[in-house]
């Protein structure tokens, strides 16, 4: 049996799984986000920007910053201790000035607001490298089968045969 872990490493094990699993998120941010903290129901993560990020104004791309409102919200879901992190049903996102442009770096912050047994309500802010909000997003997930999938598995417990990430950040 896979052994109980911090949340931070906890949560970086499941970053590690949308990156070995996934389609989109190892194309689209590959190693330029990476999870900073984690605690209990709060996750921090950056991206560092590049041209693959950005739009013909050379600006980060808001889709870039949509996608990194799903993967946060499921980053948060995971910060509650579940491995599977359930669904989109919502997402929402809004802009409030520019991310940064190639070479800066975005902040982003994932906080779970609610977490029940069918849906988990996450938000997620974003900062630009001058430390002004540039985003904020909101992401509504289906968990009822996350939770199924515990199958009464301690929280935090990544499943046997998972990667787990090898440094912890708290």
Known sequence: ????????????SVLKSFMAESGLEPRLFGPHLRVTGATE???DFEL???????????IIHGGTIASMVDLGGSLAVASKGLYATGVSTDLNVT??????KVGEKISGTAVCDKMGKTLAY???TFRNQKGELCARGSHTK???N??????GTEL???????AIAEDDVE
Do not use: C
Request: charged letters at 20%; aromatic letters at 10%; proline letters at 10%.
């Open 122 to 124: 996450t938000t997620v």
């Open 95 to 100: 802009y409030l000035s520019s991310g940064g």
């Open 1 to 12: 049996m896979a052994p109980k872990l911090p949340p931070a490493r906890f949560v970086r």
């Open 146 to 151: 996350a939770w199924n999938s515990q199958n």
């Open 41 to 43: 129901g709060k996750v």
């Open 142 to 144: 289906y968990v009822a």
């Open 48 to 58: 560092d920007i590049t041209k693959d990020h950005t739009n013909r104004l050379k």
């Open 156 to 162: 935090f417990t990544p499943p046997e045969g998972a």
